[in-house]
């Protein structure tokens, strides 16, 4: 993992998370560094039992490998109207930006309102998300809500690949797709 932000080591961080597949390998990374949070916000996982498969990995996760975690659900209208206009856009465009400023601007103000002084998140683990797009939203959310950014680019060092192994070695349930409707074709 290679963080691109300057916060001090021990920092508290509510992280987000969007799958445990990516968590797998991103929270204790981050953990390494600073004192962190998790935080499932996911508003656009579709269908029903896929958010459900995905919340359930989450937890089955944290049991295994232990970790604070923090469990949201709804948001799905705010989803919708992020996204509305950009049903054609391809996978890592414009659609993809809009659905990630919305999960990331949510994990700002949660972390705010329970007083941590930054955030984060585990997307940049995945191959199908540009880490400098997450990041350049990340810190756009930062400066809206007051509340640091933790950049990182969590594929560095083979991440990606260790989450492959680490889900692989505890059971815990991979995904094989991104999450919204537009990404399950």
């Known amino acids: 993992m290679k963080l691109l932000a300057d916060v ?7 992280l987000h998370i969007c799958c445990a597949p990516d968590a797998s390998y991103g929270v204790p990374a981050m953990r390494e560094r600073f004192d962190v949070t998790g935080f499932f916000y996911n508003p656009n996982i579709h ?11 989450t937890l089955e996760l944290r049991e295994k490998s232990p970790f604070p975690l923090v469990m949201e659900s709804g948001g799905e209208q705010a989803w919708e109207e992020a996204v509305r206009g950009l049903e054609g856009e391809p996978e890592r ?8 400023r919305l999960r990331l601007r949510e994990t700002a103000r949660k972390a705010a309102e329970l007083g941590m002084p930054a955030f984060g998140t585990v997307l940049t683990v995945s191959p199908k998300k ?10 756009e959310e930062e400066e809206r ?20 192994r680490i889900t692989r070695e505890l059971g815990i349930y991979r995904q094989r797709y991104c999450g919204c409707r537009f990404s399950l074709t």
Do not use: Q, W
């Open 130 to 139: 540009d880490a400098a797009m997450v990041n350049r939203v990340g810190r």
């Open 93 to 100: 465009g414009r659609r993809c930006e809009a659905c990630i």
């Open 47 to 57: 269908p029903g039992e896929e958010f459900r498969k995905r919340a359930l990995a």
């Open 8 to 14: 001090p080591h021990g920092t508290k961080v509510l």
């Open 145 to 164: 809500a007051g509340v640091r950014f933790v950049a990182a680019d969590m594929k560095k060092g083979d991440g990606y690949l260790r989450s492959v």
